[in-house]
């Protein structure tokens, strides 16, 4: 796999039916501050903020700089530096059962302007970024998306969910097994040093995480200069294993009630673990602060330990829980050998695919380590075999483990070409840990 993305050359297909409407595409050169500048600029009125203060944006620029940044100019504009749609890229590991990776193309920053909406711009700059990334041989594209309902179309599903939390926490007793190690409080200045060593050594645990980026832990510190969420009251803990060992690290902040004066709420910001200990010492301390009356998490598992760690199972509450990372295979299979399985067997697919990258039939054949090797099926289906028909989309919800193949049958979605395949899927597909994406990109 090439990983020149940056300069990888503009797609002709979209470039080509962008110019009918005389607009440009484009991928800008990040080393011109000016260039990129008005870019983000372009990316953040895109989403309704913004403009952003200088040095914001030189944060940006610096911290940016390495991901493909693509625009759509139009000459005919006020403003003709600024670009009137926007979207970014790069290659992201992305976790997957078995504890390791895949390369997947993150796509972010989709933006069209107001000026320019419905008018196919948003489609070709998909198209573009699904048929580059194929090109560079990516197996996968992935994006954390503002509305579930504009990227089904071009084959995406959402794979991982992720839940709201509120716990009450003068009910949730804790009830959880007694943390071995001990709770440390760390400087802002320890906190951006020691984090993301942490985050990545955590990052294998569940599948749908991804590697993270240096700007990305600042912004969560509330480092990032003129950013209007920059919290008070931003606290950071790190838990050490008994051997003195860096095992887990939370970033909370505390708001004082508006009438009770001592019933503060305590907002879990970002909590990572590397051991079970690490977790339940974590969450004891977050759960036991005293003068705290509510806990709050989001961007959190929809399958969180913690749960089952208080006296009081109704204390802990999903307050909300929806889709949040969304997958598209783009190569069975490279995509499918990357994961490993829970159950060996075979299973052959028939994957439907309006854009072509992923449309064929398969056969994946699962071996007892729980590797697997996929090929075009030729010939007849193994007697053995399960056998469903299924969109490019369905597979992609599947893919990480945390979606049912009989749920999504039964739906009307996946078809059973032979009678008892959705569970076979299951019985191979389904993740033991829950897949969980603790960050938006
Ligand atoms: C990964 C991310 O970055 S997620 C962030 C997405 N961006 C935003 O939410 C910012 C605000 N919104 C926008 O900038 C734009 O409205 C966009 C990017 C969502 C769409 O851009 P447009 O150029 O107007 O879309 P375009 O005209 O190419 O439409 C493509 C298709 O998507 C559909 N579509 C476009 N926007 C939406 C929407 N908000 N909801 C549902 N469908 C939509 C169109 O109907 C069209 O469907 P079709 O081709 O099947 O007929």
Redesign the pocket.
């Known amino acids: 796999m090439s990983t020149d993305y940056v300069n990888a050359p503009v797609d002709r297909e979209s470039a080509e039916s962008l110019a009918t409407q005389g607009l440009v595409l484009d991928v800008v050169d990040t080393a011109d501050a000016e260039l990129f500048g008005s870019w983000l600029q372009a990316e953040s009125r895109?989403?309704h903020d913004g403009p952003e203060p200088v040095e914001k944006i030189a944060a940006w620029v610096d911290g940016l700089a390495y991901r493909r940044t693509t625009g759509v100019w139009d000459e005919t504009t006020t403003d003709a530096a600024a670009p009137v749609?926007t979207v970014s890229s790069w290659v992201a590991p992305l976790t997957v059962p078995g504890h390791t990776t895949v390369d997947a193309w993150a796509?972010?920053?989709?933006?069209?302007s107001p000026t320019?909406?419905?008018?196919?711009?948003?489609?070709?700059l998909l198209e573009s970024e699904l048929r580059t990334a194929n090109s560079l041989g990516v197996p996968l594209a992935m994006?954390?998306?503002?509305?579930a309902?504009?990227y089904g179309?071009f084959g995406f599903a959402p794979a991982v969910m992720a839940a709201d939390w509120t716990i009450n926490a003068r009910r949730a007793t804790w009830s959880g097994p007694t943390p071995h190690g001990r709770v440390q409080f760390l400087t802002i200045a320890e906190a951006v040093e020691q984090g993301p060593a942490l985050i990545e050594r955590v990052r294998l645990a569940s599948p749908g995480q991804i590697e993270t980026w240096p700007l990305l832990w600042k912004r969560i510190l509330g480092l990032l200069p003129g950013d209007k969420d920059a919290p008070k009251n931003l606290r950071v803990v790190r838990y050490d294993d008994v051997a003195g060992v860096a095992q887990g690290i939370a970033v909370y902040k505390l708001t004082e009630h508006p009438v009770d004066i001592f019933g503060y709420t305590l907002d879990v910001v970002f909590q990572a673990s590397a051991t079970d200990d690490a977790y339940a010492g974590l969450w004891r301390f977050l759960l036991e602060m005293d003068l705290v009356g509510e806990v709050t998490a989001s961007l959190r598992s929809v399958d969180e330990g913690f749960a089952w760690q208080v006296a009081d199972f109704r204390a802990a509450r999903k307050t909300r829980q929806r889709d949040h990372l969304w997958t598209r295979i783009l190569d069975v299979k490279a995509a499918l050998e990357a994961r490993s399985y829970s159950a060996h067997g075979r299973i052959a697919l028939q994957i439907s695919d309006p854009l072509g990258f992923a449309a064929g039939d398969f056969l994946l054949e699962i071996a007892d380590d729980g590797s697997a090797t996929v090929e075009p099926l030729v010939g007849e289906i193994p007697d053995d075999a399960a056998n469903v028909a299924l969109s490019v989309n369905d597979l992609s919800a599947l893919y990480l483990g945390g979606v049912s193949a009989v749920t999504l049958t039964r739906a009307g979605r996946i078809t059973e070409l032979r009678e008892g395949s959705a569970s076979a899927l299951d019985s191979s597909f389904r993740s033991a840990v829950t897949p969980w994406l603790s960050i938006w990109f």
């Open positions: 895109g989403f749609a796509i972010s920053a989709v933006t069209v320019h909406r419905r008018r196919g711009i948003a489609r070709n994006l954390t998306v503002s509305e309902t504009i179309r």
